[in-house]
């Protein structure tokens, strides 16, 4: 974390860390300290677990003083605890925010905007979310934000394909198709793409090497609506 002026606040004890991870994530709700010690610990929590937590609050506490100017704020209330972080601080919500007002422009027609506003949203990822953290509410979060992040992606991609920039979104679609191999709307677009810069050949050889990989990682067959786009293509009838 870093405080308004840029300067680095180091959080360095591991599980110092974890607890800083759950109560972000939590961002101004009310965690207790069973479930912190559940995160931290999982099933086999030591005898001193509740003592060993609230040294490291206590710490993570005073780590986090310098941010109270910021809004940033630890706080207490019985046996629970709450971070207290404004939104402006967030990237994670930046990102989020962006992402749903582009898919928002996208479903209302508004390509052009949609475009912006999810090239905004992939500007603001920084990666997978703390992978150096591991406790479950932070795994499950980072698959999430993933996820998301690959939507967005594929969004902004359809969004270009809407506007003509058939050329400019093929390069990303070869890398998304090549590190993620199972997500057919990226192969479809891939194909759309392809066959609408006059690549016919290479569009149907896409489809073929996506076909090839479904049935060798999941024994399944694409999808009818990727299958019927495969006979447009063949009969040269792709919108």
Do not use: N
């Not at 979060?141 to 998301?148: A, V």
């Amino acid at each position: 974390m870093s405080d308004a002026s840029g300067r680095l606040i180091k959080v360095g004890a591991a599980k110092q860390q974890a607890i800083l991870a759950v109560l972000a994530l939590c961002r101004g709700r009310m965690v207790t300290i069973d479930r912190l010690i559940g995160e931290l610990w999982q099933d086999e929590p030591p005898t001193t677990a509740k003592a060993s937590l609230q040294t490291y609050v206590y710490r993570l506490r005073r780590t986090l003083a310098p941010l109270a100017a910021d809004g940033v704020d630890l706080i207490t209330s019985g046996q629970s605890y709450a971070l207290m972080v404004p939104d402006c601080a967030v990237d994670v919500r930046a990102f989020e925010t962006a992402a749903e007002q582009g898919a928002d422009a996208l479903i209302h027609g508004q390509a052009d905007l949609a475009v912006s506003l999810l090239r905004e949203a992939l500007g603001l990822w920084r990666g997978p979310l703390m992978p150096e953290i591991d406790v479950e509410l932070v795994r499950i979060e980072r698959r999430r934000l993933e996820e998301l992040q690959l939507t967005t992606r594929e969004l902004c991609a359809e969004a270009e394909l809407r506007l003509g920039y058939h050329s400019r979104v093929i390069p990303d679609l070869e890398r998304l198709v090549r590190r993620h191999p199972l997500r057919e709307t990226s192969w479809a677009m891939l194909m759309r793409a392809l066959a609408c810069r006059g690549r016919r050949a290479e569009a149907l050889a896409a489809y073929r090497r996506m076909r090839g990989i479904l049935d060798e990682e999941l024994g399944v067959e694409p999808t009818d609506d990727v299958r019927r786009l495969h006979q447009d293509i063949l009969r040269g009838t792709h919108a």
